[in-house]
């Protein structure tokens, strides 16, 4: 999601799996909103990055007497801290540019992501934006896709010594995740794509269906390459009433993800609605066949077991998920718990062992072995066994 400032600041490739038939739908017609008689206005022209002159001002004074780009980095992070735009009022589903953020202290951690990097150069620094692979949920369910789990901001070449330089991680929202998750650093019109997607779904949400279509375009003519824009796409069409032009959506959303669980479910729903279950089952057992190779996947199913006391249950289920991802501290901090749970002390000491040495956070490994100094000094973990 690490360099980690003091404010905190899987996909798996399949071996062989047998590919849906291709699309027989032209995706170029879905951008231009004639299906949905929507006639196009002139293009969507927002800078999401713009900074009002207080900003600017705010920016100025707080790194007035910064001689480094290190001191810049931290004038402006304790800035934020004094002013309590860390401790801003966090809404998983509102999207707003710098400015609005800035002004009105809301917003997730795409609008906060927007925020630190426009103020952080304005201040000179070297801060683009960084997604973090946080795995999905495993539902059953369909559903709109917010595109904000989870982005947070790298700052990069900070000197840290005459020849040697640092990248710090800035997170508004840490608190959601603490898993060795991937991360990938990507570009400005993907940080703005996501936007307009985020604030098309808002849209949707309150009816607007033309609006968010508008926002939805201008995402994808910014960025095409995210599938869960064309899965928002496939919603609105399949809410209109085009059946073959929301599954050509999904489908695109496939070509660029194969296992992208949204345009999946979304997909067995649309060819269920056609009665045509023969692709309705390809598309579930292709569903299957990812998920079961998502080692988070096994994780919920363990810890799924755990709270019902199922605890050879939750091992054997944790064990798989270990077999697919090994350096997942998480997976051994469950597995130590059960195996606690089973009267095992010295495989659960071992296990929590580990957990502590792959936890990527200082403060998640600190916890492990206050867990692990407990249990060999009283037989049993401290009354919370939750990270």
Not at 60 to 72: E, F, G, M, P, Q
Not at 109 to 119: E, G, M, P, Q
Not at 288 to 301: E, L, V
Not at 366 to 384: N, P, V, W
């Amino acid at each position: 999601m690490k360099n980690l400032l003091p404010v905190v600041i899987l996909f798996l490739l399949p071996g062989c799996v047998v590919q849906p038939p291709a699309s027989t739908a032209d995706t170029t017609h879905l951008l231009d909103g004639s299906l949905l008689g929507i006639t196009l206005q002139d293009p969507i022209e927002e800078n999401i990055f713009a900074l009002t002159p207080e900003m600017r001002f705010w920016v100025r004074n707080k790194i007035r007497h910064a001689t480094s780009d290190r001191s810049k980095l931290q004038r402006l992070v304790q800035g934020l801290i004094d002013d309590g735009l860390l401790n801003l009022e966090y809404d998983q589903n509102l999207t707003r540019p710098a400015a609005e953020t800035f002004e009105q202290r809301r917003g997730n951690c795409l609008s906060f992501s927007i925020l630190f990097v426009s103020l952080a150069r304005e201040a000179g620094l070297n801060a683009t934006f960084q997604m973090v692979e946080i795995p999905p949920s495993f539902s059953s369910s369909g559903e709109l896709v917010m595109l904000n789990n989870h982005i947070n901001v790298l700052v990069t070449r900070i000197r840290a010594s005459t020849s040697f330089h640092q990248n710090h991680v800035v997170d508004f929202n840490t608190a959601e995740y603490s898993g060795n998750y991937q991360t990938r650093r990507v570009s400005d019109n993907y940080a703005i794509a996501l936007y307009h997607s985020n604030v098309a779904v808002e849209q949707l949400q309150q009816g607007n269906w033309e609006v968010a279509f508008l926002h939805l375009r201008k995402a994808l003519m910014t960025d095409a390459r995210v599938p869960g824009i064309w899965t928002n796409l496939g919603v609105i069409y399949s809410s209109r009433r085009f059946p073959a032009e929301a599954i050509a959506a999904y489908q695109q959303a496939l070509q660029i993800n194969p296992a992208f669980k949204s345009a999946l479910v979304n997909l067995i729903a649309a060819y269920e609605a056609q009665d045509d279950f023969e692709q309705a089952a390809h598309y579930r057992d292709r569903a299957r066949y990812y998920r079961n190779r998502n080692p988070y996947y096994h994780h919920q199913q363990a810890s799924s077991a755990f709270g019902q006391a199922d605890y050879t249950a939750a091992l054997n289920s944790i064990e798989s998920a270990i077999q697919l991802k090994p350096d997942e501290h998480q997976f051994f901090f469950l597995k130590g718990l059960a195996q606690l749970r089973l009267g095992w002390h010295a495989q659960a000491v071992t296990s929590l062992r580990q957990a502590s040495r792959l936890a990527q956070r200082e403060d998640v490994a600190a916890r492990y072995l206050q867990k692990i100094e407990h249990l060999e000094q009283t037989g049993s973990l401290l009354q919370s066994t939750n990270q």
